[in-house]
């Protein structure tokens, strides 16, 4: 039995006769009980029917009973009514409904081949065995790793548009019947079709769990073009709802369309809208199934040893100028290993190509796009870090691990606080001796005044920045080369500090020295302040 009541009888008939299908019907009376949408949609009408139709006997039963009392009644008093009069006022004896309510009942006919006037058939034949073997079959064909999955349903806009012609159709009739019903309480479309596919994609899918959250998401898409101008007298009516951007193929967005029906007033949509909404003659095209993986972030630590090696693929108008970078050595084994659609490489600051990372190595990190697969042991992780390490001997990379995204974001978090350690091999225009550059080992924390290198101009903005050199050290080598070692803040451009860069670095090594310098080789030799790189243990 379908959870009705005699109250919602009314309800029933009117959207039955206006066209609606029985499982937005159930929607309308605001049915909750999932089971109720699992039946077959023509067993659900039949029993609408049903239902309906013992309120018309019991309407039909009443007034025999009434006229019975009123034959009675003449045949006891002579005075009544003559036989002729009293003939008109008799039931039928063929048992038909009265003319009103047969005419009602007319109407609901063929609703098992009509395509519903609000879900456009999305509650019919689109949510059924054929549909959930659709989406079983592009699940399997995609070969995800998952435990659960999501199912989410991408709606045409207008449905919007035809659900509130419908809300207006039974609204005064609710409210005849005192029912304190919200539009806000009608069970959505996605909703319905949820409860119904979900048990029936587990099943295709060997009794894998569909779940309201998962890192796994199957989604299902419909469009009706037939109908798609029925949102198109909002534009109009609410102009201020509809804004084109670059990335929406069309203004008529199911957000958009919502917003606007909140605030457009009942006469003037009905002015512009029939209510009823009129019948489509084909169903909703359901096209390809969606699967997708949130993403999966990986990070780690990494040396260079090459110095001619970009960090990032070096390509100037529209010619590469270097055949790999970092990022392709690491992100190649990860990519295929997680089978991931694509990925986004970031890290603790960068080194120019000629800049050579030691030490304990750059800390870095990447987004994994729709990996297809997504879970690996500690024992995998370190086969795979083999694996780039063995790629290549211009790099080497150490504590690779999955991480949360929060311990990506913070990664990137106080960059400028952290302080970093280089070793530069300088030269020196004068002749000096280890002596001259002694004096180079008391300075501390040392603030400069850095313009915006004049090699980086083209990629960042003009502007001063302060940088402080916590400390430094020296190594003679011979009359015109030392080394030198620093500590800094990060973000100190470290060749301007030693070349000057025309003076837009002050002070600068050349002022130091009072001669020219020039910076050789240079070094990353270390990270000081970045936390390792936490794992994840969800």
């Not at 008939?13 to 009980?33: D, E, I, N, T, Y």
Request: hydrophobic share 35%.
């Amino acid at each position: 039995m379908l959870p009705l009541k005699e109250k919602d009888k009314p309800i029933v008939q009117k959207l039955l006769s206006a066209g609606c299908c029985a499982r937005c019907v159930l929607r309308f009376c605001c049915v909750s009980v999932q089971a109720a949408y699992r039946k077959p949609h023509q067993d659900t009408l039949k029993e609408l029917k049903a239902f309906i139709n013992n309120t018309e006997n019991s309407k039909s039963q009443e007034s025999a009973e009434e006229n019975s009392k009123s034959h009675d009644a003449a045949v006891s008093d002579p005075a009544e009514d003559p036989p002729s009069k009293r003939a008109k006022l008799e039931p039928s004896e063929t048992g038909c409904l009265p003319e009103d309510d047969a005419a009602a009942v007319v109407k609901l006919k063929d609703e098992e081949l009509s395509v519903c006037v609000v879900c456009l058939g999305i509650l019919q034949e689109l949510c059924g065995p054929t549909q959930a073997v659709k989406i079983a079959e592009k699940v399997k064909a995609e070969k995800y790793e998952f435990d659960t999955l999501v199912l989410s349903v991408s709606l045409p806009a207008q449905l919007c548009v035809r659900e509130h012609s419908c809300w207006l159709h039974v609204k005064k009739e609710l409210r005849e019947k005192s029912m304190a019903v919200d539009k806000d309480d009608v069970i959505q479309v996605k909703e319905a079709f949820k409860w119904i596919m979900q048990g029936q994609v587990a099943k295709e899918l060997g009794g894998v769990a569909v779940v309201t959250r998962s890192f796994f998401e199957v989604g299902v898409e419909f469009t009706h073009p037939e109908t798609d101008a029925d949102c198109h007298f909002l534009a109009t009516t609410c102009a201020d709802c509809f804004k084109p951007t670059k990335n929406k193929q069309s203004v008529f967005t199911r957000m958009a369309v919502v917003k606007a029906l909140e605030k457009i007033d009942d006469a003037k949509f009905l002015k512009h809208y029939p209510c009823p909404p009129a019948q489509p003659s084909s169903s909703c095209i359901s096209q390809d199934v969606q699967c997708l993986h949130v993403s999966v972030f990986v990070a780690g630590r990494y040396n260079k040893f090459c110095r001619s090696l970009p960090q990032t693929p070096w390509v100037i108008d529209g010619e590469r100028r270097m055949e790999s970078s970092v990022e392709e050595l690491i992100a190649a084994p990860i990519l295929s290993a997680f089978r991931a659609d694509g990925f986004n490489f970031s890290s603790s600051g960068r080194e120019d190509v000629d800049v050579r990372t030691l030490g304990n190595g750059r800390p870095f990190a990447m987004e994994l796009l729709n990996p297809h697969r997504s879970r690996f042991s500690k024992v995998e992780m370190k086969q795979l870090q083999e694996t780039i390490n063995k790629s290549s001997d211009k790099i080497r990379v150490r504590d690779l691990q999955i991480v949360t995204r929060e311990a990506m974001s913070r990664m990137k978090e106080g960059e400028e606080e952290k302080t970093k350690s280089y070793t530069a091999l300088v030269w020196t225009q004068k002749p000096i001796q280890s002596e001259d550059i002694a004096f180079i080992d008391d300075i501390k924390d040392l603030t400069l005044d850095q313009k915006t290198p004049l090699r980086v101009l083209h990629r960042r903005a003009l502007a001063v920045r302060q940088r402080v050199v916590h400390s430094m050290t020296t190594r003679f080598l011979d009359s015109h080369h030392f080394y030198l070692g620093l500590k800094t803040q990060a973000g100190t451009y470290i060749k301007e500090f030693v070349h000057g860069d025309f003076g837009r670095t002050k002070p600068n090594l050349c002022q130091l020295l009072k001669t020219d310098t020039d910076i050789l080789e240079l070094d990353v030799e270390g990270h000081e302040g970045l936390e390792p790189i936490p794992a994840d243990t969800g």
